[in-house]
């Protein structure tokens, strides 16, 4: 039995200060009140952090090899980060193949002191063309069911949708959501056909109008991918998929958390038009996450360069962030002014909710021993999965 005493406590609805954890196991068997002189006093116990969109980690890419995943989860710890979705960028089925298969290694045997590994979430090869980003317009295709001559030049030639597809069919426990965009042809019958089999649908890469994203959420899709990024500015007249996804109860949204992908002052309005109870903050980390300014690494054969704000292609392209969960809490109660327990919503209670996983993201009895200690500065001191301390900081090697 592990006896976690004297710390601030976050719970969903309060902060229980001095607070105190017992871990039986792998999971919480008693949250109460603390010692004032506890082994944990000044500290902070959040609910492990739940990474729903993260591409990479130190170097380490989703689709860069077979024992990416793994490499990502041992990583991923240190920062606080308990169960993660890798994410990919739009790729041929062969890399999305390779994807799956390491998922479900994972999946049937974790590995000891990593991340949880979750179904993959596919930034798929279904967004609009001119919404791409960083994406490569060679891997990007049109639902199955599109007319031939709504093709766009450039796009897939070395494979089909239904290549795509015959991947997520033959792995389905590992691909849990697809980004997409509605207004694409045949898209609507695509998210109808994704969410009868049990994935999710978030919308995004899009330049859908305010009618096509609504007709994307009644068509099943739950989500919003990146918020604001890779899609129509909201105008007064003309709210766009923006707009849609800001209006509708039914959806979660993802919000990129560095302060440069989306302006603080522009997250500070989403978070009150939504209320932290429908956001999750990501990291949208690429492999650059937790390199040092002005390294550099590949993406899909590009090259890529960590940049203060984030890491851009040589073109200039904004590639992705280098931020990590612990950096997103910080940001979230340093940056924008939120509660600390408002922040833990967002890293871990909405993220577990949008997911289907009811057995974390909280501290409660009987869920999950993942949890996180943070110390005065919100910097990682102890990250537990199952219980188990699987990080340990020493500040004496700070």
């Known amino acids: 039995m592990l006896i976690l005493d004297g710390a601030h406590v976050v719970l969903p609805d309060r902060i229980l200060s001095p ?25 902070w116990i959040v609910p492990g952090f739940i990474d ?13 090899a077979p024992g990416s995943v793994a490499a990502i989860a041992a990583h991923l710890p240190r920062f606080g980060c308990t169960s993660f979705t890798p994410t990919t960028f739009a790729c041929p089925p062969d890399r999305l193949e390779m994807l799956a298969m390491a998922i479900e290694a994972a999946m049937d045997a974790p590995a000891a002191e990593s991340a949880r590994v979750l179904p993959a979430h596919l930034e798929s090869n279904f967004m609009a063309p001119d919404y791409r980003g960083a994406q490569p317009l060679a891997q990007l295709c049109l639902p199955p069911g599109a007319p031939a001559d709504a093709a766009t030049p450039g796009t897939a030639t070395d494979f089909t949708a239904q290549d795509i597809l015959g991947v997520i069919e033959r792995h389905r426990r590992a691909i849990g959501k697809l980004t997409l965009a509605p207004e694409l042809p045949a898209a609507l019958a695509l998210i109808r056909s994704l969410v009868g089999q049990g994935h999710r649908v978030s919308l995004g890469h899009s330049g859908a109008t305010l009618e096509e994203a609504q007709a994307g ?33 039914r959806v979660d949204v993802e919000l990129v958390s560095d302060g440069f992908h989306v302006h603080p002052v522009t997250m500070r309005a989403a978070i009150r038009a939504k209320r932290p109870e429908r956001v999750m903050a990501i990291t949208d980390g690429l492999a650059g996450a937790g390199l040092a300014v002005g ?31 612990d950096r997103v809490f910080a940001n979230l109660v340093g940056m924008i002014g939120l509660t600390p327990v408002e922040a833990a919503l967002m890293t871990a209670t909405v ?47 700070r």
């Open 52 to 64: 729903v969109h993260v591409h990479g980690v130190l170097g380490h890419d989703t689709l860069a």
């Open 295 to 325: 390294e550099r690494f590949e993406l899909g054969g590009r090259g890529v360069t960590v940049r203060e704000q984030a890491c851009f292609l040589d073109d200039g392209t904004l590639a992705g962030s280098r931020l990590t969960m």
């Open 351 to 397: 993220p577990a909710r949008a997911h289907g996983l009811s057995d974390r993201g909280r501290i409660a009895e009987g869920l999950l021993a993942d949890l996180v200690v943070l110390d005065a500065g919100w910097r990682v001191r102890q990250t537990l999965v199952g219980g188990a301390v699987v990080f340990a900081d020493d500040p004496a090697n």
């Open 217 to 249: 959420i009644d068509a099943g899709a739950r989500q919003a991918t990146h918020l604001f990024n890779r899609m129509p500015a909201f105008t007064h007249r003309a709210p766009g998929l923006v707009g849609a996804v800001l209006d509708d109860d």
């Open 19 to 43: 607070g105190r954890v017992v871990i039986d196991g792998d999971r919480v068997v008693d949250v109460g009140p603390g010692a004032e002189a506890g082994a944990f006093a000044g500290q």
